[in-house]
């Protein structure tokens, strides 16, 4: 084992890079990414001030309760994990110096010498044992993950050793996202009006449904993987209308702008600023409950995925880069993906013959679910092509609180409109939504179940990966989705924040350097 390095020793599998992020230049100028300083800019390249446009605020920042990217682009400014994703999607030590393990259910944990808070206190390994205990008392969607966590031994000030009940290959993968670093005296309040974490930025200022400021943590200079502050202080601007972010980019109001759509990239271009469209790695689908009629019939969930052009719809109305999905798993990036299984073709005769064959010649009537503020041009295209084969599916707006709270209620519709990101390890996605006893499954395959269990114990990196591959087959045979699309995320960006790059976790982070 060397420090720094991460020592996966069969746990974790190593991942190619799925595809750089595409510019679309700016007609004169630098391109993204490029090492040219802005006008402004400090010596060394830092900006003193950099503006953000988010399309919305962030719904918790709260790290166990932190569901969004713009959650996380947040609370990966203000914290850091154990752990990080690398831009091709391998693990690497953050506050970790070390993490090791030699069979995937004792892990043992060196945090990075010299290692301080915002407020100048040094952190120990305490603060491990403290958020493993946040997260399981917590009411998070993802609490039941670490309860596998069965005790932390805090060997002394840098060392602690967490043990699980049983080989867990996929924890280190959740720590990244869920396990970040923050003082005892930390409370539900001050999650928002005075969070102390060891990230990049300092916590700032908050302006309740305007926006939020951080400032430069000045200690973050250790060469972090997660990359160095881009400015002395961000703010993160919520801006709801997609035109109105532009015109911030045009003006000098906001130096990046998020959640550009695919209408408005000249509109980026046209303002002088780049519009980059980078691979998310994430996936798009329609969640089936199956323990509802007529879904229980394979046959039935067959059939929506034969009955809709997933590929035309996603090219044309939500980007060139969609591309329509075979299974759950988006690209290379992530654990699970197989090159070889095909996409459902797009067949309305084979979907028409397959209800026929479920004693439903004459289709059925159903609804499909949706969050509120979801662009509904993809959706309304869905909806007419299940139309065409006799599926006649009603749209249903609802809250984002209302639609979470809902995804295990028998009651609550049977097809959901979802998306899940980041997807370097699946196991989140699979435990909480597809293993039959997960927190927000309705879905029961046997079968399934017995594939996810043995993934989820499975130490051997290829081993797991080939699990999670037979998955994706039996989840073809017996389908738990709609599966639709990659999920890739529009920015705008101008030559002040040419140093910056997106991330295959879309969070938006006001860094340089990632690696």
Request: hydrophobic share 45%; proline share 7%; net charge negative.
């Amino acid at each position: 084992m060397m420090n720094g390095t991460l020592d996966r020793r069969d746990i974790l599998r190593g991942v190619a890079a799925a595809g750089a992020a595409l510019t679309l230049g700016r007609a004169a100028g630098v391109q993204a990414g490029a090492a040219t300083p802005a006008e402004g800019a400090m010596p060394d390249g830092r900006l003193p001030s950099l503006a953000i446009d988010l399309d919305r605020g962030p719904d918790n920042l709260d790290p166990a309760l932190a569901y969004s990217s713009r959650d996380w682009s947040i609370v990966h400014s203000l914290y850091d994990s154990l752990l990080h994703f690398g831009p091709d999607g391998s693990l690497v030590p953050l506050a970790a110096e070390s993490f090791t393990s030699d069979d995937a259910t004792t892990f043992r944990v060196v945090l990075r010498a010299g290692l301080t808070y915002h407020d100048g206190t040094p952190v120990r390994a305490e603060a491990i044992a403290r958020s493993v205990t946040h997260i399981q008392e917590s009411d998070s969607q993802i609490a039941a993950l670490f309860q596998g966590i069965e005790s932390v031994e805090v060997l002394d000030d840098r060392t602690a050793v967490l043990r699980c009940a049983e080989p867990s290959a996929w924890l280190p993968s959740q720590i990244a996202v869920w396990l970040v670093l923050f003082p005892e005296d930390q409370s539900p309040e001050s999650w928002w009006t005075a969070p102390v974490g060891t990230g990049p930025y300092r916590f700032g200022s908050y302006e309740p449904g305007a926006s939020i400021t951080l400032v430069r943590n000045e200690h973050y200079t250790w060469g972090s993987p997660k990359g160095e502050p881009l400015a002395d202080q961000v703010t993160y601007r919520f801006v709801s209308e997609a035109t109105t972010r532009i015109a911030d980019l045009a003006t000098g109001a906001a130096q990046i702008v998020t959640s550009v759509p695919l209408d408005q990239r000249e509109a980026v271009t046209a303002a002088g600023a780049d519009a980059i469209v980078a691979p998310i790695l994430g996936t798009v689908f329609l969640r089936i409950a199956t323990d509802s009629p007529p879904f229980d019939d394979p046959r039935v969930c067959q059939a929506l995925n034969y009955a809709v052009d997933v590929e035309t719809i996603a090219t044309t109305l939500v980007a060139p880069e969609a591309h329509r999905l075979a299974s759950l798993f988006p690209d290379p990036r992530g654990l699970g993906f197989d090159p070889d299984l095909e996409p459902f073709a797009f067949d309305p005769d084979k979907a028409r013959a397959l209800l026929a064959e479920a004693g439903l010649d004459d289709g059925f009537d159903t609804t499909l679910q949706y969050v509120a503020t979801e662009k509904t041009d993809a959706l309304e295209a869905i909806v007419a092509q299940l139309a065409e084969v006799g599926v006649r599916a009603k749209l249903e707006a609802a809250e984002l609180a209302a639609f979470n709270q809902a995804w295990p209620d028998p009651s609550a519709p049977a097809l959901r409109y979802a998306s899940w990101r980041p997807l370097y390890d699946p196991h989140s996605l699979l435990s909480l939504m597809y293993l039959s006893t997960g927190y927000l499954s309705r879905y029961n395959n046997p079968a399934a179940d017995g594939l996810i269990l043995a993934a989820a114990a499975e130490p051997d990196g290829e081993a797991r990966a080939e699990l999670y591959r037979r998955l994706g087959r039996e989840m073809q045979v017996s389908p738990g989705a709609v599966y639709l699309w990659n999920l890739v995320a529009g920015y705008g960006v101008a030559p002040d924040a040419a140093a910056w790059s997106p991330r295959g976790d879309e969070y938006t982070l006001a860094v340089a350097g990632s690696r």
